[in-house]
């Protein structure tokens, strides 16, 4: 990875830290610099490698009713990918536009303490969801609730 240099501020000629995120990249360590750039060794094996552990251990959470039980993980073309089971569910945010916006407390209650309760389990095993909203809510037929669209710390 190589960064451009600005002539115009000596800030931008300082390199990056070790660690910090350029894209889905992380930097590794700075390699040098002349009057071009500066040359990183930068790694996206790190963000791929984050993503399969983040999946493994929902995986392994077999009594955690909220999660779509994931069938396998695998590695095609470079890329990590979660094979899942198909339910029939709509998204929380579909629900309430059916339901003009509004849903009484005793209905809401069914999905959202099940949801708590499931959030409060993966936070104790160190995972955070990172994008709750109504559109990575889904309900089934009978009001069990699930989640989806866990993502990474780092992105």
């Avoid at 930097?27 to 963000?47: D, P, V, W």
């Avoid at 003009?100 to 407390?105: A, D, E, L, P």
Wanted: aromatic letters at 10%; glycine letters at 6%; hydrophobic letters at 35%.
């Amino acid at each position: 990875m190589r960064r451009q240099m600005n002539e115009n501020t000596q800030a931008e000629r300082r390199p990056l830290e070790e660690g910090s995120r350029v894209g889905e990249y992380r930097i590794a360590r700075c390699l040098g610099s002349n009057g071009e750039g500066i040359f990183y060794l930068a790694q996206f094996k790190y963000f791929r490698a984050s993503f399969q552990d983040l999946y493994r251990i929902l995986q392994q959470e077999k009594e955690n009713s909220c999660l779509i039980p994931i069938v396998q993980l695998f590695e095609q073309n470079a890329t990590v990918y979660v094979a899942s089971e198909h339910l029939q569910v709509s998204t929380l945010e579909e629900t309430l536009r059916q339901s003009g916006g509004r849903q009484c407390w005793c209905r809401a209650k069914k999905y959202l303490l099940p949801l708590y309760n499931s959030l409060s389990s993966l936070h104790k095993k160190g995972i955070t969801h990172q994008g709750i909203s109504p559109e990575n809510i889904l309900l089934d037929e009978e009001n069990r609730v699930y989640w989806r669209g866990f993502s990474l710390l780092e992105m």
